[in-house]
């Protein structure tokens, strides 16, 4: 097996290559991936079977087991995002200011590929052809290092990618994968400051922070994501409802899912009989505080730690609200930066909560579950920054760059 020292090495040689491979070889050799992975679906299932067969003893919840599983729809659907990426402008070399300086000299700020990307991801394979293209066709050499929990499923896909992307003319060592799950192969790459420039970690609190911790590499943090809707006391009750119920049970195990809803207490008891009924339907339990309980006792009661839980499953933390004031100081208190949204139709309180409540994508009477590259059209998206650095919220193929300046000069010098 090759160490993860040798992978990284090789990686830094192909990046030189690829950072000034043509558009059309990184396109043709995208396209040649996804038509592998449809050619690979037997495989592919196979290897995903094992992994769902190891992650049921195990005790996974379904949700979890949800996020794990390939079929032929979900491949179908990593391979047309590969062509959708093979189908997007290049951003390599595009121009995004150019302007004259004082001494004549002619400047531009260009897009630049950032070299050597690793990612270290838990669970859902999907997030292995979707970085790995839009690294690529972004001109970074890719390392991949995902989870045990989808250990065979990664593999396959990533042998799959390797050989049809090395055949169609990508350089070899582009694309690398990780095939130990020791966390000593985790330490191992980041400590590779130099053949590394920038680790993206998705997964969960305590992935993040051991990466974090532990990372001699510039990280990008994809962050839990505690999201929160608050149905103002103008919402009105067939969009709360819809936009709660999708929020939360439209896809709960992943990381842009609603885990909070918050309820203005002067429209909760018109509000939360709706919302009880929708939710029930769609199989969430909820876990409320005792003001909503008062209406629903049906509902289980809420405890402090369920505020600041990210269940990634169908259950939802519910709270009674005096107002926009409470909401406001409640999503501040415990949400996690991601997705944050309003229902109101109060236009001024609309527009108050864009302001105050920071996270990487707040909404104002829309689901927090659109919080992804295709809903922003901005095509597959690599997974979504919760830093407050940029690039915030989810990364395309511009996020997955960066810029470099080009100065053209007719002799000018420093006086």
Same mark, same amino acid.
């Given at each position: 097996m090759t160490t993860v020292t040798e992978k990284a090495r090789a990686a830094r040689e192909a990046a030189h290559e690829l950072s000034v491979l043509p558009a059309g070889v990184k396109n043709a050799a995208l396209i040649a991936m996804a038509a592998a992975l449809e050619a690979g679906l037997a495989d592919i299932e196979a290897a995903n079977a094992i992994d769902l067969d190891a992650g049921r003893q195990k005790g996974l919840t379904t949700a979890m087991l949800d996020r794990l599983m390939l079929n032929g729809d979900r491949v179908r659907l990593m391979a047309s995002n590969l062509r959708d990426i093979a189908a997007m402008a290049d951003p390599v070399g595009e121009v995004i200011k150019s302007w004259t300086a004082p001494n004549g000299m002619k400047l531009s700020r260009v897009r630049s590929p950032i070299g050597v990307i690793a990612i270290v991801y838990e669970a859902r394979p999907n997030v292995t052809t979707e970085t790995a293209g839009l690294s690529l066709k972004a001109g970074n050499c890719i390392i991949l290092r995902g989870g045990s929990e989808a250990i065979n499923s990664n593999s396959i896909l990533a042998r799959l990618m390797t050989e049809a992307g090395t055949a169609a %003319? =990508?350089? $070899?060592?582009? /694309?690398?994968?990780?095939?130990?799950? $020791?966390?000593?192969? /985790?330490?191992? +790459? +980041?400590? +590779?400051a130099g053949l590394i420039d920038l680790v993206i970690a998705r997964g969960s609190h305590r992935l993040i922070k051991a990466v974090t911790e532990q990372s001699r590499i510039p990280v990008m943090k994809h962050y839990r994501g505690l999201c929160h809707v608050y149905v103002e006391s103008s919402a009105g009750r067939q969009m709360a409802v819809g936009i709660v119920v999708n929020a939360k049970a439209n896809r709960p195990s992943t990381c842009n899912s609603a885990e909070t809803v918050l309820v203005d207490e002067a429209c909760a008891a018109e509000m939360l009989p709706a919302l009880a009924e929708a939710l029930a339907a769609a199989g969430v339990t909820v876990r409320a505080d005792e003001a909503a309980? $008062?209406?629903?006792? %049906?509902?289980? $009661?809420?405890?402090?730690? !369920?505020? !600041?839980?990210?269940? +990634? !499953? =169908?259950? =939802?933390? =519910?709270?009674? /609200?005096?107002?926009? !004031?409470?909401a406001i100081a409640h999503i501040r208190r415990y949400h996690s930066g991601l997705a944050d949204a309003i229902v109101t139709g109060d236009e001024e309180k609309g527009e108050r909560f864009l302001k105050l409540v920071d996270s990487a994508a707040t909404y104002w009477n829309a689901s927090t579950r659109l919080t992804d590259g295709l809903p922003f059209g901005i095509g597959p998206a690599s997974g979504i920054n919760t830093d407050r650095v940029y690039p915030r919220g989810p990364m395309g193929i511009e996020e997955m760059t960066g810029s470099r300046y080009v100065i053209r000069g007719s002799g000018q010098v420093r006086e």
């Amino acid at each position: 097996m090759t160490t993860v020292t040798e992978k990284a090495r090789a990686a830094r040689e192909a990046a030189h290559e690829l950072s000034v491979l043509p558009a059309g070889v990184k396109n043709a050799a995208l396209i040649a991936m996804a038509a592998a992975l449809e050619a690979g679906l037997a495989d592919i299932e196979a290897a995903n079977a094992i992994d769902l067969d190891a992650g049921r003893q195990k005790g996974l919840t379904t949700a979890m087991l949800d996020r794990l599983m390939l079929n032929g729809d979900r491949v179908r659907l990593m391979a047309s995002n590969l062509r959708d990426i093979a189908a997007m402008a290049d951003p390599v070399g595009e121009v995004i200011k150019s302007w004259t300086a004082p001494n004549g000299m002619k400047l531009s700020r260009v897009r630049s590929p950032i070299g050597v990307i690793a990612i270290v991801y838990e669970a859902r394979p999907n997030v292995t052809t979707e970085t790995a293209g839009l690294s690529l066709k972004a001109g970074n050499c890719i390392i991949l290092r995902g989870g045990s929990e989808a250990i065979n499923s990664n593999s396959i896909l990533a042998r799959l990618m390797t050989e049809a992307g090395t055949a169609a %003319g =990508l350089p $070899a060592g582009a /694309v690398q994968f990780i095939e130990t799950t $020791a966390h000593e192969a /985790v330490s191992e +790459l +980041l400590g +590779l400051a130099g053949l590394i420039d920038l680790v993206i970690a998705r997964g969960s609190h305590r992935l993040i922070k051991a990466v974090t911790e532990q990372s001699r590499i510039p990280v990008m943090k994809h962050y839990r994501g505690l999201c929160h809707v608050y149905v103002e006391s103008s919402a009105g009750r067939q969009m709360a409802v819809g936009i709660v119920v999708n929020a939360k049970a439209n896809r709960p195990s992943t990381c842009n899912s609603a885990e909070t809803v918050l309820v203005d207490e002067a429209c909760a008891a018109e509000m939360l009989p709706a919302l009880a009924e929708a939710l029930a339907a769609a199989g969430v339990t909820v876990r409320a505080d005792e003001a909503a309980r $008062a209406i629903i006792p %049906g509902w289980e $009661a809420a405890t402090e730690e !369920d505020w !600041d839980t990210e269940y +990634l !499953d =169908l259950i =939802l933390s =519910l709270k009674v /609200v005096s107002g926009f !004031d409470e909401a406001i100081a409640h999503i501040r208190r415990y949400h996690s930066g991601l997705a944050d949204a309003i229902v109101t139709g109060d236009e001024e309180k609309g527009e108050r909560f864009l302001k105050l409540v920071d996270s990487a994508a707040t909404y104002w009477n829309a689901s927090t579950r659109l919080t992804d590259g295709l809903p922003f059209g901005i095509g597959p998206a690599s997974g979504i920054n919760t830093d407050r650095v940029y690039p915030r919220g989810p990364m395309g193929i511009e996020e997955m760059t960066g810029s470099r300046y080009v100065i053209r000069g007719s002799g000018q010098v420093r006086e």
